[in-house]
């Protein structure tokens, strides 16, 4: 069997906002399978990194060579991605911030849009697709809730809901414990590793420590829009590399696989 390509290949890829670089040459490769985690502070090129996968931003062309692949294809389209890459973001979160119950959210996932229109036919193999996403995350509860009427936590779920309806073969979810609390975030990442020890890889973009979760082995750094750090989780968290990267002194701290700063 001819070898696999990268599920992410970026190389020397430049991104400019409102005329500002905000990526300055990144390079990285991701391979299919892999549990990965971007991290990096607030203005360090997350979001951009992020945007790029979504077709919100392009690469700056006329900076010299770069690559920039999905599954080695230089071009594709955001509809025929889904049944390999879910991507859940702050952006989405805030577009369901209104009256669409849970299942409205899930099923919407078939559509690509937000929420059900009138002109969606949902078939009885969307609906029994949809009920078995919501057992599968243990929401099937909140099935008829509003989003609005929901916890930050519970929302999420329904949109990580929406990503999984096509069973992609990875995740990515940008800032995903944003504005949980304490009990919140621990049930939220109790729900990713049972995503991923299901099979379901993950790619987390974030710049909370502590949404790196066990199972995932390897972490990028990003610091003023550039790689400042890339390789095995236990090699790339340490407390030199983290205080250079948020350009403080920190402690480094580990307690039942979950990476804390003090």
């Given at each position: 069997m001819p070898?696999?390509?990268?599920?992410?290949?970026?190389?020397?890829?430049?991104?400019?906002?409102?005329?500002?670089?905000?990526l300055h040459g990144v390079s990285f490769r991701i391979r299919q399978?892999?549990?990965?985690?971007?991290l990096g502070p607030n203005g360090s090129g997350k979001s951009s990194l992020l945007k790029l996968l979504t077709?919100?931003?392009?690469p700056?062309?006329?900076?010299?060579?770069?690559?920039?692949?999905?599954?080695?294809?230089?071009?594709?389209?955001?509809?025929?991605?889904?049944?390999?890459?879910?991507?859940?973001?702050?952006?989405?979160?805030?577009?369901?911030a209104r009256e669409c119950s849970g299942w409205e959210?899930?099923?919407?996932?078939?559509?690509?849009?937000?929420?059900?229109?009138?002109n969606h036919r949902v078939t009885p193999a969307m609906e029994r697709r949809a009920w078995t996403v919501?057992?599968?995350?243990?929401?099937?509860?909140?099935?008829?809730?509003?989003?609005?009427?929901?916890s930050a936590g519970e929302a999420r779920r329904m949109l990580i809901g929406r990503a999984l309806i096509h069973d992609p073969d990875t995740l990515v979810l940008d800032e995903p414990t944003t504005s949980l609390d304490l009990r919140a975030v621990r049930e939220f990442r109790a729900t990713l590793r049972k995503l991923v020890r299901g099979g379901t890889s993950l790619v987390l973009v974030t710049h909370a420590l502590e949404e790196v979760i066990p199972e995932v082995t390897r972490v990028i750094l990003l610091r003023d829009g550039r790689v400042f750090k890339d390789g095995p989780k236990e090699?790339?968290?340490?407390?030199p590399n983290l205080s250079e990267l948020y350009r403080m002194p920190v402690r480094l701290e580990r307690e039942d696989g979950i990476y804390h700063v003090r």
């Open positions: 070898p696999r390509p990268p599920l992410l290949d970026f190389e020397d890829v430049v991104v400019l906002r409102s005329g500002q670089k905000v399978g892999e549990n990965v985690a971007i077709r919100e931003l392009y700056v062309a006329n900076e010299g060579p770069y690559r920039m692949r999905i599954l080695g294809r230089d071009a594709w389209d955001l509809f025929s991605l889904r049944s390999h890459l879910g991507i859940v973001s702050n952006d989405l979160q805030a577009d369901f959210t899930v099923v919407s996932g078939f559509f690509s849009s937000v929420g059900l229109w009138a919501l057992e599968r995350l243990e929401v099937a509860h909140l099935a008829d809730r509003p989003m609005t009427a929901m090699t790339v968290l340490s407390t």
